[in-house]
């Protein structure tokens, strides 16, 4: 686990003598958004974001996931935002894949280079800039944080891919392994964002099918997924979007480590009442 490589997007445009035909894909159940489409004229800007350009990867949608929004942002030399966040109810994780940024938050400043990560508590301050002379990559993913009568919300931390050590899942030889940034039982947590890997050969050896919502980034190497009825191909710097209960499971295929960014919603009761109106 030494050597960490990160898929990052390469922007740009295609030249006119590509075919268009892609392995992009949008279902009932599942989004497949190949690192080919990631292009310049896809990219959005934000409010209060200086030198910044984002690729929205998912947004809640109305009988699809609807529980988050992932972007990968970019951030070019001397840009960042004082005032990032909009929602005040928002908690959000940053992965970092390429470059430096400097992150001030709950009274420290923290330097986040490749594989750096943080944990933004629903409700904190924070800043972010590139003070760097490259440009900064990272992924942002937001969730509206869904409080719970007598529980504390939870606090935001720093820390590292390098820093997280494997979980081995039972029975899969040491091929398949996930690295968890919180401990599954804090029940503070409502969401989860953890790295996957898989070695040459692992496997996920039976289709899940679960409540939770899904956002997957390979970050490095290449496997097949099902999804749903399909077998798709994916490889480092594609995304794959699943809403609840799409049946998942995966091959890797090598030569190298299979590795992605995941997202799911975990650890509150289902609402009864969610197309109710609120007071």
């Known amino acids: 686990m030494n050597h960490r490589t990160y898929s ?6 295609p030249p006119q003598t590509d075919l268009l035909t892609s392995r ?14 990631m292009r310049d004229i896809v990219t959005s800007a934000l409010p209060f ?13 109305s009988g699809f996931a609807e529980t988050f929004s992932q972007y990968i942002v970019e951030v070019a030399p001397g840009g960042g935002s004082d005032a990032p966040e909009p929602d005040a109810e928002a908690e ?3 992965f970092v894949v390429k470059g430096s940024v400097e992150l001030d938050m709950a009274g420290s400043r923290h330097q986040l280079t490749p594989g750096g990560y943080a944990f933004i508590a629903p409700g904190e301050k924070w800043q972010l800039r590139n003070r760097s002379g490259e440009i ?18 939870p ?7 390098a820093a997280v050590p494997l979980s081995y899942m039972p029975d899969c030889d040491g091929k398949w392994a996930t690295q968890r940034f919180v401990d599954p039982a804090d029940l503070r947590h409502d969401m989860h964002v953890n790295i996957v890997t898989f070695e040459p050969g692992g496997i996920i050896p039976f289709a899940e099918t679960h409540v ?23 490889e480092a710097g594609d995304f794959m979007w699943l809403r609840a209960f799409c049946p998942q499971a995966c091959y890797a295929g090598g030569p190298g480590r299979f590795r992605y960014l995941l997202y799911k919603d975990a650890n509150r009761h289902m609402p009864l009442r969610p197309f109710a109106a609120r007071p």
């Open 49 to 61: 974001w200086e030198k910044t350009r984002v690729w929205v990867l998912a947004r809640p949608l």
């Open 155 to 161: 606090t935001s931390f720093v820390t590292s891919d």
């Open 92 to 94: 959000g994780v940053l």
């Open 212 to 234: 939770m919502e899904h956002g997957l980034f390979v970050l490095e190497g290449k496997a097949v997924y099902r999804l749903n009825r399909d077998w798709v191909e994916v």
């Open 8 to 13: 990052s997007p390469l922007g740009g445009h």
């Open 24 to 37: 992009a894909v949008f279902t009932e159940a599942y989004a497949v958004i190949p690192k080919g489409v």
């Open 136 to 153: 900064a990559t990272f992924h942002w993913i937001r969730k509206a944080y869904a409080a719970v009568p007598g529980l504390e919300k």
